[in-house]
């Protein structure tokens, strides 16, 4: 007999381990979205210039902490973009001056502004494994960027060709691989048994490449990593909804104005925050799941990382459909909120610590 789901749910309050914000006028706009229902964030820093240093990465927090609400407890959580001038000195600074939490691998070219990312692997080896030696976590985006290479293929070459041989050379640094979008990736980090974890998006457990092709082009679902087949969203789903602890929330939610989006050569990314805990809630309930779901959001996360858990709680309640905007103004023009393509029911409650 199925076992029936709660009409209610509360869970301590939820982290977001791959985050973008922007800066300026965008800034300002999004991270009340974020902070109205998360309690930490892994803050992405492909800025233009992109934040490199220690002394960067403690000027843009502070710019993230000006833009949130009066009395928020949103908490940054850094990191610094990592290229082939990186100082593994001061990586290891900002990481115990608690300036910084991880480092984020670009491959050059790989998606937004990420032109000043890594061509090669091995010139980055001095900090990866000064990295190793602190525990300091790398953050992945994980495709090649070789143009012979299929853009369905990519997460998959560079797990082969790049991340595994990566990982035998410097065996103790912590990896999570971003975004994964693949049956391949799921399947890698369940085989392996310590240093290895992914995020999933709230975006890739709920469409498939048919979403952005299907019917006509639909801009506003064009992410990188791409979405894949329906067979692979599957995949994600039932790592999401196992409880597995190498698996946890990484929305990668990416603003950018719809002018941008629906250009000749549109932007990659999908802005989620607002939705996210609404939409997990469906894709869990939908799975029988809802009581994995804490896990997913609040405390797999944590656990790799090596912080404690939110004392705050969050309740999501089951009730009428939400009425959402289909977009929030921002300094910068109109960004459109992701669309799941159903009714959100779950209505989100904050709660203090």
């Not at 950018?256 to 990659?268: F, R, V, W």
Request: glycine residues 6%.
């Amino acid at each position: 007999m199925t076992k029936p789901q709660p009409d209610s749910l509360t869970i301590r309050q939820p982290d977001d381990w791959h985050l973008h914000l922007r800066d300026g006028a965008m800034l300002a706009a999004v991270a009340p979205e974020t902070a109205r229902h998360f309690g930490r964030a892994i803050i992405m820093p492909n800025l233009v210039p992109p934040v490199v240093t220690g002394a960067e990465a403690a000027s843009y927090r502070e710019r993230i902490r000006a833009a949130l609400p009066p009395g928020s407890a949103f908490e940054p959580l850094m990191t610094l973009y990592l290229t082939e001038g990186t100082d593994p000195a001061d990586v290891a600074a900002a990481h115990t001056a608690g300036i910084a939490t991880a480092v984020k691998l670009y491959p050059a070219g790989a998606t937004t502004n990420s032109a000043s990312g890594v061509r090669d692997i091995e010139a980055v080896r001095p900090v990866l494994e000064r990295m190793a030696e602190i525990g300091m976590p790398l953050c992945v985006h994980g495709e090649v960027t070789d143009p012979s290479v299929d853009i369905f293929d990519r997460e998959a070459v560079f797990i082969d060709k790049v991340l595994k041989p990566l990982r035998k050379k410097v065996p103790d640094l912590k990896v999570v691989m971003e975004h994964i979008t693949t049956q391949t990736a799921v399947d890698y980090v369940r085989d392996q048994k310590k240093n290895l974890a992914a995020t999933i998006t709230t975006h890739h457990l709920v469409i498939n490449r048919n979403a952005i092709l299907a019917g006509g082009i639909r801009p506003h679902y064009y992410c990188l990593p791409v979405a894949k087949r329906e067979s692979h969203r599957l995949a994600l789903v039932e790592a999401a909804v196992s409880g597995d602890p190498r698996f946890f929330l990484g929305t990668d939610s990416a603003p950018h104005t719809d002018p941008m989006k629906l250009q000749p050569c549109g932007c990659a990314g999908i802005f989620s925050a607002p939705v996210t805990l609404s939409c997990l809630a469906e894709v869990f309930g939908a799975a029988l799941r809802l009581d994995k779901l804490e896990a997913f959001v609040s405390l797999n996360g944590p656990r790799f990382y090596g912080l404690p858990p939110n004392e705050a709680r969050v309740t999501l309640r089951r009730g009428a459909p939400l009425s959402l905007p289909e977009r929030i103004e921002t300094g910068e023009g109109p960004v459109t909120l992701f669309d799941p393509g159903f009714p959100l029911h779950w209505h989100v409650e904050t709660e203090a610590p």
